[in-house]
């Protein structure tokens, strides 16, 4: 049976940017949702300091939960083979941070889709630096787990793999037993695309998963798709909401998954509206969970 993480979503800013929030403090708010997990960041501005890290892991550990997925953003589709290498070694770095704090995946990206990147070019320069950190991975048990990504908060342009074409020409071009996607439905949305087409292409890769669920606050799918599908900054006609509430069809979604055998860490990006918000969310995916894998 898949087991649920958590992932910060509402406090990114006090944990990464202005410290009003302190992991410790994370990890206490969490603890009551009654989850298997926490999804951990490597920005958090006190994962810094590497002596923070088998603390962070005894605390997760006290509580009853564990840290399984690592999320981190390299950008690898750089025309400047120096910067590229320098993205590998941070990646490399979040791989030690995933190993240090007992985690099983840690995410990689394509990078950003710059004007100047064929398709084919980015591809190649994505999966040539996800392959040359798959034997580090392996050597420390780390499964690299590429999302269907939207774009990262600190970044000019959005994902190079956004839309479901070229994702899956990347995740066909990578075949590693330490390599996996992890599945976004909301941010299909985003790409003005169905999530479920994208799934059923990628179902059979599909090792972790982020739950999470958007609503349109005006217009209509149509709308989304002719007038923000790909483009840069966020798309205005959607919002983050309870899980259950929105566009995507948990039903749908986790009989596909329960079809190939899927049996990993689902990870809820979700609480936006507060903790009360996140826990109903633990409350319909457990209640969903529990239906589809009985």
Known sequence: MPRLAAFPKAFMQALCKDGSMSVSQWIALAAPLGIDGLEWYAGFLEMADDSNWPRFRAEVAATGMSIPMMCCSPDFTHPDPDFRAREIQKQLRWIDMTHALGGSFCRVLSGQRRPELSIQQGVALAADAISACLPY??????????????????????????????????????????????????????????????????????????????????????????????????????????????????????????????????????????????????????????????
């Open 137 to 294: 991975a392996a050597d420390r048990g780390i499964t690299l787990i590429l999302e269907n990504h939207y774009k990262d908060d600190f970044w000019e342009f959005p994902e190079f793999a956004q839309q479901m074409d070229v994702f899956t020409l990347l995740v066909d071009a990578i075949q590693h037993p330490n390599f996996g996607v992890n599945f976004d439905p909301s941010n299909t949305y985003l790409a003005g695309e169905d999530p479920l087409e994208l799934l059923r292409r990628v179902s059979h890769r599909v090792v972790t998963m982020h739950a999470s669920d958007r609503y349109l606050a005006e217009g209509t799918l149509e709308d989304l798709r002719r007038e923000e599908g790909g483009a840069t900054g966020y798309a205005k006609r959607l919002r983050h909401g309870e899980i259950g509430k929105g566009l995507n069809d948990y039903d749908a979604i986790f009989s596909e998954l329960k079809r190939v055998g899927f049996n990993g860490w689902i990870s809820i990006e979700d609480g936006v509206d507060g903790m009360d918000q996140l826990a109903r969310s633990v409350a319909f995916l457990k209640n969903k969970i529990a239906q589809h894998w009985p």
